[in-house]
């Protein structure tokens, strides 16, 4: 069966220090993936998706980008973080539906 | 823009009250329908899906929702909700199901609390 990681589970990061958060996806082969943060009352917002391996597409213009340099590896990455970068990171995969990780909660000091 | 709307943003409800979420989207086109359900530190997960035919769903749970079309909508309902079925709840919308990317779009949930 699928499985998806990530990791951290929880972060707390100075404001300007770089952040990197990993993604990785068993039991599949060339999945979709997706980087979504979760605000709460504003629920998911679509941040980067990926087809392919080295294939990233981005949704909302800000301060983070994403990397594919595996099959089954979604990477989040920014060089410097900002105040307004902190919340609930969720990393999904698809097939027919979309199916979602444990999430990484972020916080930005 | 294209858009999802959950109007209610947090319902409250006793044990063996009837339930039903509202949801509308924007889209013209064909689209797919997703309820998905967060319950308090767990992942989100699927609760029922519409791609086409029976516009009655029914997913995990007892859960259903309705699609229908003229109204752009799809409704998620439960005849009586258990104190366990507190948890957030959020609809999502394919707009391009033959795309490859397989985008959803969310609405922006909403939080149901069942008293005991």
């Known amino acids: 069966s699928q499985t998806i990681h990530q990791w951290p589970a929880t972060l707390v990061q100075p404001v300007g220090s770089p952040l990197s958060l990993e993604c990785t996806v068993e039991?599949?082969?060339?999945?979709?993936l997706y980087w979504y943060r979760q605000a709460a009352g504003r629920g998911l917002q679509l941040l980067f998706y990926?087809?392919?391996?080295?294939?990233i597409s981005s949704e909302v213009p800000q301060n983070l980008s994403a990397s594919r340099p595996q099959d089954r590896q979604f990477i989040l990455s920014s060089k410097k973080l900002l105040l307004s970068d902190s919340g609930f990171y969720l990393c999904?995969?698809?097939?027919?539906?979309?199916?979602f990780g444990p999430g990484t909660r972020l916080t930005v000091t | 823009a294209q858009s999802v709307s959950q109007h209610n943003h947090h319902v409250i409800l006793s044990e063996a009250a009837s339930l039903e979420l509202g949801c509308n989207y924007s889209?013209?086109?064909?689209?797919?329908l997703f309820w998905y359900v967060q319950y308090p530190g767990q992942h989100l997960q699927l609760l029922l899906k519409?791609?086409?035919?029976?516009?009655l769903v029914k997913g995990i749970k007892g859960f259903e929702a309705e699609f229908i079309k003229s109204k752009f909508s799809f409704n998620l309902r439960k005849p009586s909700v258990q104190w366990s079925d507190t948890a957030e709840y959020f609809c999502a919308v394919n707009a391009n199901p033959s795309g490859s990317a397989r985008q959803l779009t969310f609405g922006s949930g909403t939080q149901l609390t069942v008293l005991p």
């Open positions: 990926s087809v392919g391996i080295g294939q």
């Open positions: 039991g599949t082969s060339n999945p979709n």
């Open positions: 999904a995969w698809s097939g027919v539906e979309q199916y």
């Open positions: 889209y013209g086109g064909t689209v797919n």
């Open positions: 519409y791609f086409s035919g029976d516009p």
